[in-house]
């Protein structure tokens, strides 16, 4: 038997980029998250590609917007590098709101150089933790038991947060831990569901008896000290889950023939 519980934790937790059309003949991509965990440190990739013959590749970053100066990048400036890749940190503000970085990378062979810059728009938030905590109550280990997070707004159609497997010993419990800050919700009342192994390959029950759901609310004012955040009801439910153990079938013993 598994018994999962759900718990909601607040804790006041790709957008676009905007690129100026390219007349250099380079191309410059950056890889990475436009939405951060507000104070946490993020690796970006640049790459840059051009149509000038054997160039070297520089970069340098600048941050900007509303919360620029409280963002920090690691570290500004690098090349030069005939690759065009490049690594770099940001590491978001310390309390939510908008920023952007500004890349410009120039290209430079014997004969030509160009240069070109690409602005993406980022944000800091503060992240919604999901947290359930799934205790196997059976004598032996269960292994890659699917996990799922749901927005479910739209029980039709629910949106999937983030799914992870995990693997629980016999008599013991694995909690399983997202921070949730991709969001993207209008003020008010939303829904947050859990789903432990969708596809019933563990469990031996119908999909009332896995599930787990908790009202969250957004932007809603009036609750205490909580204002104009994310907010989770303070509640725990339980789920029962009953694992269905295959072994093999003993084999009847043939009768010997006289």
């Known amino acids: ?41 993020t690796q970006y990739k640049i790459v840059a590609t051009s149509n000038i013959t054997g160039a070297n590749y520089t970069w340098s970053a600048t941050l900007g917007g509303d919360l620029g100066g409280d963002a920090t990048a690691s570290p500004m400036v690098g090349g030069p590098k005939a690759s065009g890749i490049f690594y770099f940190n940001i590491t978001a503000p310390d309390s939510a709101g908008k920023f952007n970085v500004k890349i410009v990378v120039k290209a430079v ?87 432990i192994d969708p596809d019933s390959n563990f469990v031996t029950l119908n999909d009332d008896g896995k599930v787990s759901t908790l009202t969250i609310y957004y932007g809603v004012q009036g609750y205490g000290t909580i204002t104009a955040w994310l907010w989770a009801l303070v509640a725990i439910l339980a789920v029962l889950l009953f694992f269905l153990y295959m072994r093999p079938a003993k084999r009847k013993k043939k009768k010997k023939k006289r």
């Open 1 to 41: 038997m598994i018994m999962a519980f759900l718990a909601l934790a607040f804790v006041p937790m790709t957008a676009h980029a905007e690129e100026e059309e390219s007349t250099s003949g380079i191309d410059v991509e950056l890889i990475g998250p436009t939405v951060l965990q507000v104070g946490v440190k």
């Open 109 to 195: 062979n014997s004969t030509a150089n160009a240069s070109e810059t690409l602005k993406v728009n980022l944000k800091a938030r503060d992240p919604v933790v999901l947290t359930a905590t799934v205790k196997n109550a059976a004598n032996v280990t269960v292994t890659g038991v699917p996990v799922y997070f749901y927005l479910n707004d739209d029980s039709a159609n629910p949106v999937e947060i983030y799914n992870t497997t995990v693997t629980v010993a016999a008599l013991s419990s694995k909690t399983v831990r997202y921070n949730w800050t991709s969001y993207d919700l209008d003020s008010g009342e939303h829904e947050i569901k859990v789903v």
